[in-house]
């Protein structure tokens, strides 16, 4: 599925999306995840990390402090 829609977050309450995604030139090249949650009130975290843990990590530590 897609994550956006006109650069709108197609997440739901409740859901994480995640998609991987390459970047940089040549041999140089890297993956990184694009990752979101929208939480049950309605309200989006979204975050780029290396990989899934780290976004998970990180949203854990943004619900943690919010």
């Known amino acids: 599925t897609r994550m956006t829609i006109n650069g709108v977050s197609t997440t739901t ?5 995640y998609q991987r995604f390459s970047y940089g030139i040549g041999r140089r090249k890297k993956t990184a995840y694009q990752y979101d949650y929208r939480t049950e009130d309605g309200e989006l975290f979204s975050c780029c990390r290396p990989n899934l843990e780290a976004c998970r990590e990180a949203r854990d530590q943004w619900i943690a402090n919010h």
């Open 13 to 17: 309450r409740g859901q994480e999306k």
